[in-house]
């Protein structure tokens, strides 16, 4: 595709439920990072993916939280019993490797836990 | 890690240059810096980049001084679709992008 797609767009669930968020990179793109923002905050990173294996996984909040790029391209993000400070905004975003090069965004996926 | 300071909000007004000055005291020797710019319910977008001294493209300039220890992002010519948050990223060591708050910079008539 032209750019980074995310879906779903938008995600409601209920407290103690399972999720998974997806991100499609744009071709070619090896590095794979994901965030989340909050209302008024900057994008807080979670993990970032070269490859298929996760570079630096230091964000992730704690073990609800998974990530996976079996393939190399396609990740999910994986949210166990959600929360409702859960509740964000979740980007994505592809790189080409190396340090320096420009990141594309997707338009994210707005999760809501009720 | 480098961390970065910048101003949480700016006010200008159409037609006038817009400077956001970062601070980012810490950079490591191979540190890029880079600006991203996002609007309400959309990801960041790419602006600028620079290593040292000046860069300019067709959105913005980026001014870098010789002690890499603070930058400023420099807009000519601000219109209202110009309000939107300004982040300054200096990227980490193993290539991940860490944002902080970003400036608001909201463009009145």
Not at chain 1, 44 to 67: V, W
Request: proline residues 5%; glycine residues 10%.
């Amino acid at each position: 595709g032209a750019g980074v797609s995310q879906t779903p767009s938008n995600k409601v669930t209920e407290k103690g439920k399972y999720v998974e968020l997806r991100c499609d990179p744009i071709s070619g793109h090896t590095a794979l990072y994901w965030y989340r923002q909050s209302l008024g905050q900057g994008p807080e990173f979670l993990i970032y993916f070269q490859g298929t294996g996760a570079a630096d996984d230091s964000g992730l909040p704690n073990d609800r939280f998974f990530a996976v790029r079996p393939e190399g391209s396609v990740s999910t993000l994986k949210i166990q019993r959600t929360e409702r400070g859960d509740s964000a905004v979740y980007l994505c975003a592809s790189s080409f490797p190396g340090k320096n090069t420009e990141a594309f965004f997707g338009q994210g996926t707005r999760l809501t836990v009720v | 890690l480098a961390k970065t300071t910048q101003p949480i909000s700016m006010d200008s007004y159409e037609g006038q240059e817009v400077n956001i000055t970062c601070s980012h005291n810490n950079i490591a020797t191979n540190d890029y810096i880079t600006w991203y710019q996002q609007f309400p319910s959309q990801g960041p977008r790419f602006i600028i980049q620079g290593y040292k001294t000046k860069v300019t493209n067709e959105v913005a300039s980026l001014f870098i001084p010789a002690d890499r220890k603070s930058s400023t992002l420099s807009l000519p010519r601000v219109s209202l679709s110009d309000t939107a948050v300004y982040y300054c990223l200096v990227e980490g060591s193993q290539g991940n992008l860490i944002f902080g708050k970003g400036t608001k910079l909201s463009v009145k008539p």
